[in-house]
């Protein structure tokens, strides 16, 4: 691909936040942006930000062969998929105890198995031209989760292993994949693509509590510009050799920054009992 090429891009969840924000700046550069959706008011609103350039798609990424012929109906209707921007998601906030096994469940279903349904829908076609570019939208919880974001940042966690992993399983391929890991962006997140556990412990009010607070009480003061991150995303997807993963936002710098000091000096201070477990080859 050059930068003057027409692309293909298949972004997941594309009604509104960061999905629609990429979504916004590929078709301002006369992309083709096939954008997948759960309601047809949101498909119709998708399609109407650019006649001919915007492609709505109902799909829940939930089920799998709908994903598969999703995938199939867009390579028929447009063409090759040159890009796949796995954004589709939502947060589960709460304390670990107070998550119940559905909701759990339902948090990976999407966060996790749907999107590891959508990367394998388009791999036979990624594969068969040799090329294309996998984004995956994580999280900084994924790298470095905090208080309340613990099964939410699980199915993030899931996800960077298996990006990490594709990413070298397709190198060879001539296929990219990066991680993005944006911190807080000034999008809908807390609202409608944010839900909180039912049940609620007093023990944890100090500390997961918390979490549901700042999560109410700052919506929409969040740092991080979605059209800026949307760009930032653009930017990787015309690069030779785009990194495997890409933080997003001060805040994300600075919460894996301090995750990783951490871990580090961790591994330093435990080091002499980690080694020694080996055999010892002089006995």
């Known amino acids: 691909m050059t930068e003057r090429d027409t692309r293909i891009w298949w972004i997941t969840g594309v009604s509104s936040g960061l999905g629609r ?10 992309d083709h942006v096939a954008g997948t959706v759960r309601r047809e008011e949101d498909r119709a609103a998708f399609e109407a930000l650019a006649p001919g350039l915007a492609h709505g798609y109902l799909l829940d990424v939930t089920e ?22 796995n954004n589709a998601g939502y947060g589960l906030v709460g304390a670990v105890e107070e ?7 339902a948090q990976f279903d999407v966060n996790f198995f749907g999107a590891v349904a959508v990367i394998q ?37 899931a ?13 060879p391929l001539g296929i990219k994949v990066t991680n993005v890991e944006p911190g807080g962006l000034r999008t809908e997140f807390a609202g409608g693509s944010m839900s909180f556990t039912a049940r609620e412990i007093e023990d944890y009010n100090e500390t ?8 109410a009480d700052h919506a929409g003061e969040e740092p991080g510009d979605p059209v800026k991150a949307a760009l930032a995303i653009l930017h990787i997807a015309d690069a030779e050799e785009p990194p495997l993963h890409l933080l997003l936002g001060a805040d994300a710098l600075f ?8 871990f580090q000096a961790e591994i330093a201070r435990w080091a002499q009992i980690s080694l020694s477990t080996g055999f010892d080859e002089r006995e």
């Not at 062969?65 to 890009?83: F, Q, Y």
């Not at 998550?99 to 469940?105: F, G, K, L, T, V």
């Open 159 to 171: 996800m960077e292993c298996v990006g990490q992993t594709l990413a070298e399983e397709v190198a």
């Open 99 to 105: 998550a119940s096994m559905d909701e759990i469940r």
């Open 208 to 215: 997961a509590h918390e979490a549901r607070r700042i999560f």
């Open 64 to 85: 799998q062969e709908a994903v598969r012929e999703t995938a199939a109906r867009i390579e028929a209707d447009l063409g090759p998929i040159d890009i796949l921007v």
């Open 255 to 262: 919460y894996v920054g301090r995750k990783l000091g951490a």
């Open 21 to 30: 924000a990429v979504a916004l700046a590929a078709l301002r550069l006369g």
């Open 121 to 157: 829908s388009v791999l036979p076609y990624m594969r068969a031209r040799r090329a294309g570019r996998i984004i995956n939208i994580t999280s900084v919880s994924g790298l470095a989760p905090w208080w309340g974001t613990g099964i939410y940042g699980a199915s993030k966690f």
